[in-house]
């Protein structure tokens, strides 16, 4: 499970109903080392959002959390099964209202069932939006449903004091403060500063390029906070800072001392702060370059778009590779790394334009149009001919999905066609944006692709540790822990004989389903009654002490089983 993520201004929102932070961080305390998500399929990201602005973009999560109050209790809207990647997929709307003592309870059964049902031997198809969209939302909530009697707390409420009150800085004693360059000043009051909802405080945020910081500026970064703000500060999911409790008096010395160490560019999340994923400088998956590129664009937005720069309803986002990692599959003008080739088969480093993504409110969200594909030298130019034909012909106010909305998909193709034609190209174009030579494509296997060790003794290795997890937790009590890495073996130790048959399931339950078909069945081996029924008992009983020990007890008498059977079956073989 992914680590927990929530809206920067959590706790200091002028427009959240009440903090998310303590909420976020006991899902993380709770799921840390939670024998249930120890080996999903894969990744399963979790947020919480301050408020229906949706800053933490539920509607691109597994699970999606938007704070609402109803008869005066707490609770939160739940959206489900979202993701991007390559097949961007909104969430679909779980709960209007979930209490807040249920998130937690929720969450649990939700993992429980994707755990059980997801995919695991095809990676790319291993998320819940896949399993959401193979099943529908209403088979998959029954399932969860049926959880239920399983679950280690049927309600949890969630201490809203548990993390420290924050640390205010020092009262700075008003002085005269000359600021050099005023406009400046003006427009980063403007785009990058704030009132919390503490009267009298501010949220700073800081613009990163890239969201690179040399540990040099980290230290100097780190003095300015001391003096200025609260030592508590945000990582913002656009690669920048979010300062917390700035003094009023403070803000002019601030800017200057950010300034200095060049931290105090306006248009934080502006048409100005391009978002970019690491690409082809350091990923494996990257196609071609999405760092370099996007200096060049913010250069273009700021050089020739001046007025632009406090517009933070267009965002740019870019990605190497279709994965969007830089989040291009829900921007206002999205870019992603591809290939083109030209008439002699000579390949140039190309982007993918897309258009018309964002966020909307409470959950919602646009999943931006591909529209074409084009050299990637060619880029600075695209950004000129749709910037221009926004200012030139969106009506007043109009939010940049809105206007692509209403002149449709083929305007821009039109507007971008002659970019895309390479009939004619320069040498330029062969060579990628940060580099000196011609495009070469080079990939590997990604950082986070995991290669599996299949071997039948290292499952079985694998289910004799889970036992032994298992008991420690029966002999602590943790009942519900117990049964759950009881289960885990008896899913590892049957697929590790259905592998002796060059069985491979691609989920848990075609495990059960697979080992009840050929070996129980058959009469290939001996289970005392159904060994399907037997397994999936596991969430139709309490988690009780007795169930966890005749669960473990009997989980115990299959891998030994299972073991003697291998070697029976390897001595004939070998005979
Ligand atoms: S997988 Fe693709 S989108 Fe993700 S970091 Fe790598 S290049 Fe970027």
């Not at 249930?36 to 999606?64: N, P, V, W, Y």
């Not at 403070?250 to 060049?262: F, H, N, Q, S, V």
């Not at 117990?482 to 008896?490: K, N, P, T, V």
Request: charged content about 25%; aromatic content about 10%; proline content about 4%.
């Amino acid at each position: 499970m992914r680590n927990i993520t929530a809206s920067d201004t959590a706790g200091i929102d002028p427009k959240e109903l009440f903090d998310v932070s303590p909420y976020a961080h006991e899902m993380f305390r709770y799921f840390l080392r939670n024998p249930i998500c120890q080996e999903m399929g894969r990744k399963f990201k979790i947020s919480f959002s301050s408020s229906d602005d949706d800053t933490a973009f539920a509607f691109i999560h597994d699970l999606g959390f938007i704070p609402r109050i109803v008869d005066g209790k707490r609770g939160f809207k739940v959206m489900i099964g979202g993701g991007l990647g390559a097949n961007p997929t909104l969430a679909q709307l779980a709960y209007e209202f979930l209490e807040e003592d249920q998130i937690i309870p929720l969450t649990e059964a939700v993992l429980r069932v994707f755990d059980r049902y997801g995919e695991r031997n095809r990676r790319m198809k291993a998320r819940m939006k896949f399993l959401l969209n193979d099943i529908g939302l209403e088979k998959l909530m029954a399932l969860v449903q049926e959880e239920r009697t399983a679950l280690k707390n049927k309600s949890y409420k969630i201490d809203t004091n548990i993390l420290p009150e924050p640390e205010l800085p020092s009262i700075i004693v008003a002085e005269e403060v000359v600021i050099p360059n005023e406009r400046k000043f003006q427009l980063w009051r403007e785009t990058n500063v704030f009132e919390q909802k503490q009267k009298g405080f501010f949220g700073v945020y800081v613009k990163l390029p890239l969201g690179n910081m040399s540990s040099k500026l980290a230290r100097q970064f780190a003095d300015v906070i001391d003096l200025y703000a609260s030592p508590e500060f945000r990582i913002t999911v656009n690669q920048g800072y979010l300062l917390r409790y700035v003094r009023p008096e403070a803000l002019k010395l601030l800017y200057l001392a950010l300034d200095k160490l060049a931290l105090a560019e306006p248009g934080f999340d502006s048409v100005a702060d391009v978002t970019a994923c690491p690409g082809t400088d350091s990923c494996n998956l990257g196609i071609s370059d999405s760092v370099a590129i996007s200096l060049e664009l913010e250069k273009v937005v700021r050089e020739e778009f001046p007025g632009l720069i406090s517009n933070q309803d267009i965002k740019i986002k870019i990605s190497g590779c279709p994965n969007s990692c830089g989040q291009h599959g829900l921007a206002s003008i999205g870019l992603h790394g591809s290939t083109i080739k030209d008439k002699q088969g000579k390949m140039l480093p190309a982007l993918v334009v897309l258009l018309g993504g964002g966020k909307l409110k409470g959950g919602e969200g646009i999943i931006s149009d591909k529209i074409i594909k084009i050299p990637s030298k060619r880029g600075p130019q695209a950004l000129r001919v749709l910037l221009g034909d926004y200012e030139e012909n969106s009506v007043d106010g109009e939010y940049y999905h809105d206007y692509f909305k209403r002149v449709g998909r083929n305007h821009f193709y039109q507007l971008l066609k002659p970019l895309g034609d390479i009939t004619s190209t320069v040498p330029d174009e062969y060579i990628d944006w940060g580099q000196d030579s011609n495009f070469i494509l080079h990939t590997a296997v990604g950082e986070c692709a995991g290669v599996m060790i299949d071997l039948i003794s290292t499952l079985l290795n694998d289910s004799e540790d889970k036992l032994k997890w298992s008991k420690e937790a029966y002999d602590k009590k943790h009942f519900a822990d117990s049964i759950y890495h009881s289960y885990s073996a008896f899913i590892n130790t049957s697929k590790a004989l259905l592998l002796s048959r060059d069985i491979k399931p691609s989920t848990q339950i075609q495990t059960i389903l697979d080992f009840q078909r050929e070996f129980v069945d058959t009469g290939s081996f001996e289970f005392s009654g159904s060994f399907k029924d037997y397994v999936l008992s596991i969430n139709k009983n309490e988690p009780s002490d007795s169930f966890a020990l005749s669960y473990l007890t009997e989980s115990l008498k299959f891998l030994d089983e299972v073991s003697q059977y291998r070697s029976t079956v390897k001595e004939v073989m070998e005979k």
